[in-house]
């Protein structure tokens, strides 16, 4: 099966909270990307919300269960206990753990699991305890993949901003693409599935598809958000499905 596309709203949320108005509506788009056939959506709650409001979250966590029961919420994030305590609150059906210091402007690098792993391990526990499945974002290198295994989470997210930046440059890419592959066989030697998120475009998602056929799911934000003001939302959820191989 091709991996699930889950729509991240983060941009969107940014452009509506440019001003002190209620549009783009972060709903009314979730809306549309889901009734194009996106598999879930995605959203970053940073503290400063930023982006993603903490208040959005209730909305779309309605929004699914009343309209789209068969699609999935994932709320990714930094687990301070703020973010734990959010997580628990809007009951997300997957959680995407990263290492972001909270001023960031957006991720850029996975966890170093052998040394965080003590960190790690209590707050998946914590997690899975309350019925979540959890995901890990992971630098494209094996290294650490059983670590990161040990910590009692299901999946990795692969970090594909580097894979991503190099759309100039198809030798880099391609050799980026080749560690990202790497990862994704050992974390699913290990028992971990795979999903992976940053940076992907229509043009580079079926490489990636090609390269690890067992990808669970996509997470896509930035690129999706700009091709969807030249072909709409629900125009540009088609082409990203289709990329991914639907």
């Given at each position: 099966m091709p991996a699930k596309l889950s729509v991240n709203l983060n941009a969107i949320a940014m452009l509506r909270n440019r001003r002190d108005l209620p549009w783009p509506d972060v709903i009314g788009v979730g809306r549309l990307?889901?009734?194009?056939?996106?598999?879930?959506?995605?959203?970053h709650p940073r503290p400063d919300e930023r982006h993603?409001?903490?208040?959005?979250?209730?909305?779309?966590?309605?929004?699914?269960?009343?309209?789209?029961?068969?699609?999935?919420?994932?709320?990714?994030?930094?687990?301070?206990?703020?973010?734990?305590?959010?997580?628990?609150?809007?009951q997300p059906e997957q959680v995407t753990l990263v290492p972001d210091d909270p001023a960031q402007a957006t991720s850029d690098h996975g966890w170093n699991f052998i040394a965080d792993a003590a960190f790690l391990m209590p707050v998946v526990k914590r997690l899975k305890k309350g019925g979540f499945r959890v995901s890990l974002f992971s630098d494209a290198d094996p290294t650490g993949i059983g670590a990161a295994r040990d910590t009692g989470a299901d999946r990795i997210e692969l970090y594909t901003g580097p894979y991503g930046s190099y759309y100039s440059d198809s030798g880099k890419a391609a050799k980026e693409l080749e560690r990202l592959g790497k990862t994704a066989d050992a974390a699913l030697a290990a028992g971990l599935q795979v999903n992976a998120g940053h940076d992907?475009?229509?043009?580079?998602?079926?490489?990636?598809?090609?390269?690890?056929?067992?990808?669970?799911?996509?997470?896509?934000?930035?690129?999706?958000?700009?091709?969807?003001?030249?072909?709409?939302?629900?125009?540009?959820?088609?082409?990203?499905?289709?990329?991914?191989?639907?």
């Open positions: 990307a889901l009734a194009a056939g996106a598999h879930g959506l995605t959203v993603t409001r903490h208040s959005d979250l209730p909305l779309i966590r309605a929004l699914i269960d009343d309209e789209f029961p068969q699609a999935e919420f994932n709320i990714e994030g930094y687990p301070s206990e703020d973010f734990l305590a959010l997580v628990e609150k809007n992907l475009t229509v043009a580079n998602l079926p490489a990636l598809a090609r390269r690890v056929p067992a990808l669970a799911e996509v997470s896509i934000g930035h690129g999706l958000t700009a091709d969807a003001l030249e072909y709409g939302m629900a125009g540009t959820v088609g082409r990203f499905l289709r990329a991914c191989g639907w």
